[in-house]
Each structure stands twice: as structure tokens, then as C-alpha cells.
Nanobody
Framework: QVQLVESGGGLVQPGGSLRLSCAASGSIFTINVMGWYRQVSGKERELVATITSGGITNYADFVKGRFTISRNNAENTLYLQMNSLKPDDTAVYYC???????????????WGQGTQVTVSS
């Protein structure tokens, strides 16, 4: 199996910053796309940002210019630097990756357990 563990969430005031981290472990042959998603209770999970193994990034419009996604391929870690946070950014943030466990294995989507980010004064 592949495990994803997020960290770095918490309470921050509007305009503040947080850095989320996600560590992938387990039986991993290779990881293709990694990403961050978020979900507010009662709403659908939505994409925040993704990054390919080659470093190509994609951002939701509502975070462009404020959030930066990055990854360390050698360590199978993913990061999300969040600046200029707003109350609307309050959500549970989930790490996601698309990985193969073996050379001839299927690509499988994995999710972390999530980390709470609360933006409030």
C-alpha cells in the first residue's frame, strides 16, 4: 500500500501563511501527479493545485498568486505554501497522488487523511 500523511495545518489569522507538507511512504515504484485538494463540510472536494513529476503545476483560480505547490521527487514529499490566507480558505486539505507500486503495476489514486486549516481572527 501507499500511505500519505499530511502535516502543517492549524489556525491562522487572515493574511497569514501556512505551509502544508505531505509524505508518501510504502511500496512505491513511481509517482506521477501529486496534488492538494480541499473540502468544506457539506460541500464537494475541490482541486487546489497539482504538480507533475516534471514540475508542471496547475492551480485553481481562487489560489493563483497566493499558493505555491512544490515537491521533492527523491523523497516523495509534497508541499503547499499558502500565503495571504482568507477565511474562505478554511477547509480540510487533502494530499493526493497517482502512483504505481510495481513496474508493471496499475496507476492508482491515493489520498491522505487530511489536515484542518482554519483562517480566522
Amino acid at each position: 500500500q501507499v500511505q500519505l500523511v499530511e502535516s502543517g495545518g492549524g489556525l491562522v489569522q487572515p493574511g497569514g501563511s501556512l505551509r502544508l507538507s505531505c509524505a508518501a511512504s510504502g511500496s512505491i515504484f513511481t509517482i506521477n501527479v501529486m496534488g492538494w485538494y480541499r473540502q468544506v463540510s457539506g460541500k464537494e472536494r475541490e482541486l487546489v493545485a497539482t504538480i507533475t513529476s516534471g514540475g508542471i503545476t496547475n492551480y485553481a483560480d481562487f489560489v493563483k498568486g497566493r499558493f505555491t505547490i512544490s515537491r521533492n521527487n527523491a523523497e516523495n514529499t509534497l508541499y503547499l505554501q499558502m500565503n495571504s490566507l482568507k477565511p474562505d480558505d478554511t477547509a480540510v486539505y487533502y494530499c493526493n497522488c497517482n502512483a504505481r507500486r510495481y513496474y508493471y503495476g496499475d496507476w492508482v489514486n491515493y489520498w491522505g487523511q487530511g489536515t484542518q486549516v482554519t483562517v480566522s481572527s
